[in-house]
């Protein structure tokens, strides 16, 4: 670690302090956690802070390399050292969809099975599914906002994001006048 980290265990006896354990046996970090739920612990000179479950990689391996630390528990504030292993970018990735059902013979966010002939893979390597795709990701209102907006004579992209003033618009034509 840089010489702006303070000595990771101090930070580990830190971590240690603030620990629920689970019936699962996770060791949950009960204190800050960063946007993605992540338990975020405090490193030193400005601002500088380290993820909980990559302190824990630290503490064990005695290194820390840039591979993604994947939770085999699933539990994004764990800590638990053998709850967590170093992987590729691509296997964090697989297991995470695979965890969420994106996978054949899953679901996908919408509730639509996914099988060899109602998903595909993106160049990207992305499994999508072809009923989501073919509705286009759009919000059912901005269909009928597009529509309002040409009845209306006001020009409006075929695809792409809407303006909040053009929704306004739409709400307020939606709203009963009253007498």
């Not at 630290?58 to 992987?87: T, W």
């Not at 286009?136 to 695809?159: D, F, M, S, Y």
């Amino acid at each position: 670690m840089s010489a702006v980290y303070r000595d990771p265990a101090i930070l580990w006896a830190r971590a240690l302090q603030r620990v629920r354990i689970t019936e699962q046996g996770c060791w949950e970090y009960i204190g800050a956690t960063n946007s993605q739920g992540y338990a975020c612990l405090s490193a030193g000179a400005k601002g500088k802070t380290i993820l909980g479950h990559r302190l824990a990689v630290l503490v064990r391996d005695g290194s820390l390399s840039n591979l993604p630390v994947d939770h085999l528990c699933m539990n994004r504030i764990c800590f638990r050292p053998d709850h967590l292993e170093v992987v590729t970018t691509a296997e964090n990735n697989r297991r995470m969809r695979k965890a969420h059902g994106y996978y054949i013979g899953g679901e996908c966010g919408q509730g639509h099975a996914l099988t060899e002939e109602s998903a595909y893979t993106s160049k990207r390597g992305r499994l999508i599914c072809r009923d989501c795709a073919r509705e286009g990701k759009r919000k059912p209102e901005t269909q009928l906002i597009r529509q309002w907006a040409r009845e209306q004579g006001i020009h409006v992209a075929a695809r792409g994001r809407l303006p909040q003033s053009l929704r306004d618009q739409y709400l307020a034509a939606q709203q009963p006048r009253a007498a």
